[in-house]
T-cell receptor, first 111, second 114 residues
Framework: DAKTTQPNSMESNEEEPVHLPCNHSTISGTDYIHWYRQLPSQGPEYVIHGLTSNVNNRMASLAIAEDRKSSTLILHRATLRDAAVYYC????????????FGQGTILTVHP | GAVVSQHPSWVICKSGTSVKIECRSLDFQATTMFWYRQFPKQSLMLMATSNEGSKATYEQGVEKDKFLINHASLTLSTLTVTSAHPEDSSFYICSPQGSRYEQYFGPGTRLTVT
């Protein structure tokens, strides 16, 4: 079973910021928080990952709560190409790499 | 990100035949390979994990004699679906992991068994 919970779907308008929430209340001290996204009929694409501190990269930002029980993926300016299923995954320790995918959040971006 | 290829990208086979899916990590060495499958409108489910040169470890409910995994080199892994049946129709995705735990996903292979 997936250890994270995410909203089933979210909508956004193009060029607006999007905040995708994720709860991971059972996270342990060695678990990383990973975000992947998947377009229809494609393999997942890495977005970002973090442990404790907020992280930024070209694609997105990851804001991690101080207690690490939740996080938010931030797309600063959504484009139509960002429409995808976004998966938040906690993984670490001896199971690092064995990613357990939940149902994810379906992000719809309106032009 | 790293380049991962899968071949074929889609395949249709008859029930009872075997199908081999190749996964190549083109610009890094995959010390560990994960194989996932995804049924329509469902999420990815891990099938098995293999380390280069070792036998694969299968998740509960995945038949090791039906889904043969070979990870003979650091850049190539294969998944063979033996005696395929319609219920094996799915989207199969490999996920190579490098020595520094960097992990990527292949583009997937759509298998349809008729």
């Amino acid at each position: 079973d997936a250890k994270t919970t995410q909203p089933n779907s979210m909508e956004s308008n193009e060029e607006e910021p999007v905040h995708l929430p994720c709860n991971h209340s059972t996270i342990s001290g060695t678990d990383y928080i990973h975000w992947y996204r998947q377009l229809p009929s494609q393999g997942p694409e890495y977005v970002i990952h973090g442990l404790t501190s907020n992280v930024n990269n070209r694609m997105a930002s990851l804001a991690i709560a101080e207690d690490r029980k939740s996080s938010t993926l931030i797309l600063h300016r959504a484009t139509l190409r960002d429409a995808a299923v976004y998966y938040c995954i906690q993984s670490g320790g001896t199971s690092y790499g064995k990613l357990t995918f939940g149902q994810g959040t379906i992000l719809t971006v309106h032009p | 990100g790293a380049v991962v290829s899968q071949h074929p990208s889609w395949v249709i086979c008859k029930s009872g035949t075997s199908v081999k899916i190749e996964c190549r990590s083109l610009d890094f060495q995959a010390t560990t390979m994960f194989w996932y499958r995804q049924f329509p409108k469902q999420s990815l489910m891990l099938m098995a994990t293999s380390n280069e040169g070792s036998k694969a470890t299968y998740e509960q409910g995945v038949e090791k004699d039906k889904f043969l995994i070979n990870h003979a080199s650091l850049t190539l892994s294969t998944l063979t679906v033996t005696s395929a049946h319609p219920e094996d129709s799915s989207f199969y995705i490999c996920s190579p992991q490098g020595s520094r735990y960097e992990q990527y996903f292949g583009p997937g292979t759509r298998l349809t068994v008729t």
